[in-house]
């Protein structure tokens, strides 16, 4: 059993950088592949990046590549996205997710089984 909670999300211009965060209670992380999801009005959800338990297998969109990177500190407990180089195309709610450990990172939504609430991100031109 794992509780997500993201935060950070904001509203910033093109160009600017946020930082969000994706605290765990209820179980620690440290097995636990995780993952970045968004989704904008309208459209499906979309994967962002993920992380296996090793902290080196890390995985892009192409839209992230290059510009987001995630990072993960098991002694906190705690998950991150930065993103760098944001454009009006990345506003969307930033979700947190979790697969069952032991599992490798994946893209899609229904391998992850745990989500926070999610965060705004809007990014004016």
């Known amino acids: 059993q794992v509780q997500l909670v993201e935060s950070g999300g904001g509203l910033v211009q093109a160009g600017g950088s946020l930082r969000l965060s994706c605290a765990a209670s209820g179980r620690t992380l440290s097995s636990y592949p995780m993952g970045w999801f968004r989704q904008a009005p309208g459209k499906e959800r979309e994967f962002v990046a993920g992380i296996g338990w090793s902290r080196s297998s890390v995985y892009y969109s192409d839209s992230a590549k290059g510009r987001f990177t995630i990072s993960r500190d098991n002694t906190k407990n705690t998950v991150y996205l930065q993103m760098n180089s944001l454009k009006p195309e990345d506003t969307a709610v930033y979700y947190c997710?979790?697969?069952?450990?032991?599992?490798?990172?994946?893209?899609?939504?229904?391998?992850?089984?745990?989500w926070g609430q999610g965060t705004q991100v809007t990014v004016s031109s």
């Open positions: 997710a979790a697969a069952k450990p032991g599992l490798p990172v994946g893209v899609r939504d229904n391998e992850y089984d745990y």
